[in-house]
């Protein structure tokens, strides 16, 4: 499996609200990030879905790098 592009070095800060379901970018390829926007066709790469358990701010990672997706670990720290 191929790596993903590391599209940032730093997480967004993102609202989110309960309940609502959402499409993180895991390819890094969007350029609607951290969101997928279908740029990771034909890769072995597939948006990570989740739903929102409550509506809050988040920190969503941009480096793909990190043992919690989508949220940031810190991991970027270390690229």
Known sequence: MENPKIAGKAPIMEQLESSKTYAWCSCG??????????????????????????????????????????YCDGTHNNL
Do not use: I, R, Y
């Not at 509506?55 to 043992?67: D, E, P, V």
């Open 29 to 70: 390829k969007s350029e609607n990030q951290p969101w997928c926007n279908g740029a990771h066709q034909g890769t072995d790469f597939t948006p990570t879905v989740f739903e929102s358990k409550e509506t809050k701010m988040a920190a969503l990672c941009t480096c793909k790098q990190t043992s919690t997706p989508p």
